[in-house]
């Protein structure tokens, strides 16, 4: 019965993720409503923390003095905090069983696979249609046309593990491989469409996690060779790279892809999205108390999240939510420190941890829909559960060596 439960959990998930014919805000609130609830009666313990509460407060401060209404108060206010407890909760007592690493593995594949399928789905209907009139548009499988900036988020889960898949290609083959050829896809899809974010966010993505991958396995001696064959095979990619693009570099500038990327919005270092940004950060406190009043350049919004929230509901949210973001980068980092956690798991909870920051950093993200914010806070209750429940694991462990050795 527990495992028939757990698997109805994660396919709620994966509905909710995938946006299944909309999937309304009324199931979703609902279906997470239940998650905690029957996890809180089955541990009987309360797992709401700090991090909970500052988004909660900072979601009820936005929303109450950008003046939305009450419905649009309730969702935007209790669906992140719910999703973020039902990672939690789902995930410690995850690593209460024995099939704990395969379990986790599946609610994160709920995410990444929701949003793939609907990502694939809507890249369908633009291959197939084209833009819509009136700007770079095209259908959505379960609703309304959306912007191609928009479309961007889900791309976003598959191209994070395109590192770790070559890490692994040797070990999960198919997975891997389907990982490889969804990033491909996605990425032609970008430049087909002029979209720009996915790419340059892989990119970010590539550096980081090879950065990390250096970092984990620093001191490992056993992993010297493969560190090398890993350096070795990316300095020959990036040199075949640099070779292709030196021999056809006429025709590569001229590329509408490489013109957009290069000079679209004023450019990469001058971009109007900076700009606005930089802009926002100057008024903070010329409008404390939001009211959409900052001059962002002639843009609607600033094409980031925390300062959308600025320009909306003031200094109060604002702050609320940069606490909530630095303790969250806080839980990342003891995750990644952690020792008990396998190396893949990191490569693949941080790489999605920062495919979302990134996109939340130059996309208005909360704005344009506010189910775009739900992944990250269920990211996070899942990074918390794992620091809760590997420590937990460990004080019973010594719990148990020191029982041992007194008897």
């Keep these: ?62 929303t109450l003095i950008a003046g939305h209404g009450l419905g649009d108060m309730i969702v935007i206010t209790v669906l992140p905090v719910l999703f ?49 009139s009136g700007g770079r548009i095209w259908g959505d499988i379960w609703g309304e046309p959306l912007l191609a900036t928009h479309q961007n988020i889900y791309v976003l889960p598959i191209l ?33 469409s002029l979209s720009r974010i996915p790419v340059m966010i892989w990119g970010i993505l590539m550096l980081w996690e090879l950065a990390l991958f250096i970092l984990l396995n620093r001191k490992n001696k056993n992993t010297v060779r493969e560190r090398r064959k890993i350096l070795i095979g990316i300095g020959i990619f990036f040199g075949i790279a640099i070779l292709i693009i030196a021999m056809n570099f006429d025709a590569i500038k001229n590329l509408t892809f490489i013109q957009r990327l290069l000079l679209g919005g004023g450019g990469l270092i001058h971009n109007i999205r900076f700009r606005a940004q930089l802009n926002a950060v100057r008024q903070l406190f010329v409008y404390p108390f939001g009211g959409y009043q900052m001059d962002l350049c002639g843009l609607e919004r600033s094409h980031n999240v925390w300062l959308d929230i600025a320009n909306a509901g003031g200094l109060i949210p604002f702050f609320i939510i940069v606490f909530y973001t ?39 993200a909360l704005m344009a829909n506010n189910r775009f914010f739900i992944p990250w806070p269920y990211l996070n209750g899942i990074i918390i559960g794992c620091n809760i429940a590997v420590r937990k694991n460990g004080s019973e462990s010594a719990i148990n060596q020191k029982t041992i050795r007194e008897t």
Excluded: W
Aim: with cysteine; charged share 15%.
């Design 84 to 132: 973020m407890l039902s990672g939690k909760y789902i995930t410690v007592d995850i690593f209460s069983r024995e099939k704990k690493e395969c379990d986790l593995y599946y609610i994160l594949g709920a995410f990444i696979i929701g949003y793939f399928i609907h990502g694939f789905l809507n890249s369908m209907i633009y291959f197939r249609e084209g833009f819509a």
């Design 1 to 62: 019965m527990e495992r028939v439960t757990f698997y109805a959990i994660v396919l709620f998930l994966f509905c909710f993720f995938v946006q299944l014919f909309g999937f309304p805000n009324k199931f979703a609130l609902l279906g997470s409503f239940a998650i905690c609830a029957g996890y809180l009666y089955k541990e009987r313990k309360l797992r709401v923390g700090i991090s909970e509460c500052l988004l909660g407060l900072g979601m009820f401060f936005y």
């Design 326 to 364: 630095i303790l969250s980068v806080i839980d990342l980092v003891k995750f990644l420190r952690n020792g008990q956690i396998r190396h893949e798991l990191k490569y693949v909870i941080s790489g999605l941890y920062f495919s979302l920051v990134l996109y939340y950093m130059v996309e208005p």
């Design 160 to 192: 994070a593990l395109m590192f770790p898949a070559f890490l692994y290609l040797k070990k999960y083959k198919v997975i891997c491989v389907g990982v490889i050829l969804g990033g491909v896809f996605f990425i032609y899809q970008s430049v087909d």
